[in-house]
Structures are given as C-alpha cells and as structure tokens.
C-alpha cells in the first residue's frame, strides 16, 4: 500500500508543472500553436549540426525562414546553375520538426552574386532572368515554401523607389515606372505557385512615415487592380532603444489588414550596445529590449492580421548585428550566446501566454 502511493505521489511529482505556472512552463511554439500564430526565426542550415541550435530552435518555433540561403547570392551561384542543396536542408529540417517554411527572397538589389551584379545585361534579358528565377525557385519549393518575400526593400527613406538592378540600372524594362517592376515580381510569382502567399518587405517600416505610406500606396494599389499580394512583412529591425520610431505600429498594422493584407513581423532583432571587449555597455539594457519586443508581440497578438512573428535569428551566437556595426551593437535576440533565454524571450513568452 505505502509502495503505491509512493509510486502515485512520485507520478504526481513529475506531472507538476515547472516554473511559476503552467502556461509559463510552455515553450513558444505551444504557446503559439494554441493561438494559431506562427513564431519563427531566420536559420543558417550549416548550424544544424550543433546539437543546442537545432534543439532550441526545433522547441521554441514553428516557422523557419533561411537567413541567406535561398536568396540569390546563396541559391543562384551561376547563371545556368541552381543550387537548391542548403535551401533544402531547411525545408528538411521544417518537415522533421512540423514547422512551416517562409521563403526569402526573389527580387532584392542587395546579395545578388557577382555574375548578376556585375553583368552587363539589357533590360530585356534581365526580365526573361528574373522571370525564370522565379518561376524555377518557387515551382522547387512549391508546396514546400507556404509564403514568400518576392520584393523586398524597394523603397528609400523618403519613400520613393530606391535605385536598382531590378528597377532602373537598367531595370527589367519598366524604369521610371514607380512600383511597374514590384507589381512584375507579383504576378510572375503567382504564375509560379498559385498557392503561395506572396509577400511585401521591408525595414523602418514599423510606424507611420513616409516609407511606410509608399509601401501601404502600393499595397492599396496593387489591391485595387488586382495584382496578387496576400501580405506585407515588416522586418522590425529595431537599432536604438528607443520607442518613438515604432509607436504607432498598431496604426500602421490596421491600415495594412483593412486591405484583406496578412501582415508578418519579419525579422525582429534589437541592438544593444556593447563595450569594446563585446560586454554590454548596461545591463538594464536586457530589461530595455525585452520592453521593445513585448510591445511589437502585443501589437501582433491584439492584431486579427497579424499571422506571423518572427526574429532574425535567435541566438546571440549567430546574429549579423555586431558584423554590420563593426561591434557597436549586438545580443540582439532572444536567447544568449549559451542558448539561455534572455528576459526578451520571457517577455515574448508572457505576450503568448496571455
Ligand atoms: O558565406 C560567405 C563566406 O563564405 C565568406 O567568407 C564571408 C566573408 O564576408 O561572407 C559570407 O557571406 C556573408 C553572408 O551574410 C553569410 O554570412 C556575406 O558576406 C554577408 O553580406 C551576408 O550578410 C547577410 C545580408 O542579409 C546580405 O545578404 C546577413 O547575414 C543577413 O542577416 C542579412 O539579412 C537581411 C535580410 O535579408 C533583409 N533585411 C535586412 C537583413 C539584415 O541586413
């Protein structure tokens, strides 16, 4: 008798949940499953061997983005040569873990491998170029890759089109015609794959401003006439600590969704400042940036159109912020160098679980 219960109450011990209550016992990814919000990171396929990568990523989200792979840099290494190989190990990675595939990107005038960028193409090759790019990469990933970013970062600051291989030097033929190209990309991409979302994205688009009006310009235009867009990603590269750029990114939201857009936070990652040595300039710093990432999370969470939550990496081993500010900034994610979640992650896991 003392035996069985000791073996029920050791049953009972181990069914208890950790941590300070159940829901905050819960990963992301279930804490996202249950809202039927997908969570993701941008991945680097030569990661997966290492065991605390693949494990926290395969844990904490249901979504994989490449970082760099699929692009055309990565994906394009020759123009009569694809190399779908690291791609692939993503969608692989997905498939085993019972995550969903986004797609980055299709048409950008950065990253693009040198045969492209430094070739001398005319207008009209560089259009039969990107159209078979298009059509070649989305028909690979095809039922695979569920949404993608087929323009990303079109506009400049002040919002009008940001000079380009793709727009005007020389362009696929519709140089000096506004947003003709973007629109181009569109319907290519929904030739490609009917069934895959297709996207807008872009960076300091997250509040009210003049990039942010060209990109919502676009998308009601585009919606009027019925070219194929189904979202608009905003990246959420947030660099200062400091709110006042993101404030009115509900506002921003709303107005994109009342298109019929889905809207997905893109690539959320905030940079803090370090020391020389990598240290951090002030450790309520931690506190500051998790304050950012709970208030873009709770703009998406309180949004009905807001489908997608994803950072730009998610460990502060692997992120492009301190390369980028030659080590300015950086421990821009959710979890630390050691893969322990970061009070960031505690915040985005109490947005989840309210
Ligand atoms: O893979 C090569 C390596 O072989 C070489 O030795 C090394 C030397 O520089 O370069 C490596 O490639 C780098 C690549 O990242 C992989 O690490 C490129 O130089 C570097 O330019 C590239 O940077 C990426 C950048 O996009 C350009 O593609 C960043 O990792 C990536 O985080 C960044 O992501 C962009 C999004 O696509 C769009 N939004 C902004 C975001 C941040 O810039």
């Known amino acids: 008798m003392l035996m069985r219960f000791r073996r029920l109450f050791l049953v009972f011990i181990l069914l208890l949940p950790t941590g300070t209550g159940n829901t905050l016992a819960q990963s992301l990814r279930e804490q996202a499953d249950k809202r039927k919000l997908l969570i993701g990171a941008a991945v680097n396929p030569g990661r997966f061997s290492e065991a605390p990568y693949a494990e926290t990523l395969a844990r904490e989200f249901n979504m994989v983005e490449a970082e760099n ?15 779908f190989g690291p791609g692939d190990q993503v969608v692989a990675f997905a498939v085993a873990h019972k995550m969903k595939v986004r797609g980055h990107c299709l048409l950008w005038s950065e990253y693009n491998p040198a045969w492209l960028a430094k070739g001398s ?43 380009s291989i793709w727009y005007d030097s020389p362009g696929i033929g519709l140089a000096e015609k506004g947003t003709a190209y ?12 009917p069934k895959a979302l297709l996207f807008y994205n872009d960076y300091d688009t997250e509040g009210l401003n003049p990039k942010s009006d060209a990109v919502y310009e676009m998308a009601k235009d585009f919606k009027k006439r019925g070219v194929p867009i189904d979202g608009v990603g905003i990246q959420a590269h947030i660099i200062d600590l400091d709110m006042a750029g993101i404030s009115s990114l509900a506002a921003n939201m709303k107005r994109l969704t009342a298109l019929g857009l889905q809207v997905h936070i893109t690539e959320m990652d905030v940079g803090l400042r370090l020391e020389k040595t990598g240290a951090l300039m002030d450790q ?5 940036q998790a ?3 709970r ?21 502060d081993k692997y992120s492009w912020i301190p390369g980028y500010t030659k080590g300015a900034k950086g421990k821009a994610l959710l979890f630390d160098q050691a893969y322990a979640p970061k009070p960031a992650y505690r915040a985005l896991r109490e947005v989840l679980a309210r």
């Open 295 to 315: 208030f873009v999370a709770t703009v998406c969470v309180q949004e009905p159109g807001c489908a997608a939550f994803m950072t730009w990496g998610f460990t």
């Open 121 to 163: 193409f005319t207008p009209e090759q560089l259009s039969k170029l990107l159209e078979e790019h298009i059509t070649t990469v989305m028909k690979h990933y095809s039922g695979k890759v569920f949404a993608w970013d087929v323009v990303n970062e079109s506009f400049l600051a002040n919002g009008k089109i940001e000079p």
């Open 284 to 288: 309520a710093d931690l506190d500051r």
């Open 182 to 193: 973007v629109e181009q990309a569109f319907r290519w991409a929904r030739a490609a794959d």
């Open 291 to 293: 304050e950012i990432y």
């Open 69 to 83: 792979v699929m692009k055309w840099g990565g994906i394009r290494p020759a123009q009569d040569k694809f190399n």
